[in-house]
Nanobody, 124 residues
Framework: QVQLVESGGGLQQAGGSLRLSCAAS????????MGWFRRAPGKEREFVAA????????YYTDSVKGRFTISRDNAKNTVYLQMNSLKPEDTAVYYC?????????????????WGQGTQVTVSS
């Protein structure tokens, strides 16, 4: 059974930075993709970023391009989300997810495994 454990959330002021981590255990990922999604209060879950395990191709939603960076450490089976220039609208619970094929990475329903989520709160 695959387990995904997020860490790194917290409270930050607008303009600040946070780095989220997602450690995967239970299997070694050499293909497929990892994604970050978020759910803000009263809103639907939305795609944030994704990265393929193999080639390292990255994907971002428009609202975070230039501010967030997704990266991976294959040896540690860990994916990171570096979040800079944070805005109050980035406030949400952030979830990491894993899938076995690196396609349709922006679609939450195509992911096989999910973490428990970590809260990110950005104050103005």
């Amino acid at each position: 059974q695959v387990q995904l454990v997020e860490s790194g959330g917290g409270l930050q002021q607008a303009g600040g930075s946070l780095r989220l981590s997602c450690a995967a255990s239970g299997r070694t990922f050499s293909s497929g993709a990892m994604g970050w999604f978020r759910r803000a209060p009263g809103k639907e879950r939305e795609f944030v970023a994704a990265i393929s395990w193999g080639g390292g191709r990255t994907y971002y939603t428009d609202s975070v391009k230039g501010r967030f960076t997704i990266s991976r450490d294959n040896a540690k089976n860990t994916v990171y989300l570096q979040m800079n220039s944070l805005k109050p609208e980035d406030t949400a619970v952030y979830y990491c997810a894993a899938k076995s094929v690196p396609r349709t990475v922006m679609v939450a329903s195509t992911y096989d495994y999910w973490g428990q989520g970590t809260q990110v709160t950005v104050s103005s």
